[in-house]
């Protein structure tokens, strides 16, 4: 992966077979961006809710997360989203998303500033 997140072109390993271009984790955060929590209107990446992600050889993406509460009526709808934005992307051939509750969500130290701003933390 390159370091300003662009995907890495194929490459031919030690046994002569190519690699496929693979997503680099701002990609897949980037991606992410696009999914919105219905409720308060802001991004799930920029809320703090991604808690990480990783793309295994075999191109299954997971993606830890957690949501602004365990009782989310609107849950499933966020998982849809997230394997609507991230199955598109180079060398993902399925989308996991594993629901995470520690550490909980707390938009005082999880959020990005912007968002705090937004919330009226501060």
């Known amino acids: 992966m390159s370091e300003d997140g662009a995907p890495v072109p194929a ?5 002569g077979d190519e690699h ?6 701002a990609m897949v955060r980037d991606a992410l961006s696009e999914v919105y929590d219905p409720e308060i209107g802001i991004d ?3 809320l703090g809710l991604v808690y990480g992600t990783h793309i295994d050889d075999g191109g299954l993406l997971t993606v830890d997360m ?11 709808m966020l998982e ?7 199955a598109p992307l180079p060398g993902v051939e399925d989308v996991r998303v594993n629901l995470v509750w520690d550490p909980p969500w707390d938009p005082r130290t999880m ?7 937004e919330l009226g933390i501060y």
């Open 80 to 86: 849809a989203q997230v394997h609507a934005v991230c």
């Open 11 to 15: 490459e031919t390993g030690s046994d």
């Open 111 to 117: 959020a990005s500033d912007e968002v705090k701003l």
């Open 20 to 25: 496929p271009l693979r997503a680099s984790e």
């Open 44 to 46: 799930v990446v920029s």
């Open 66 to 76: 957690t949501l602004t509460s365990p009782f989310c009526p609107l849950g499933s």
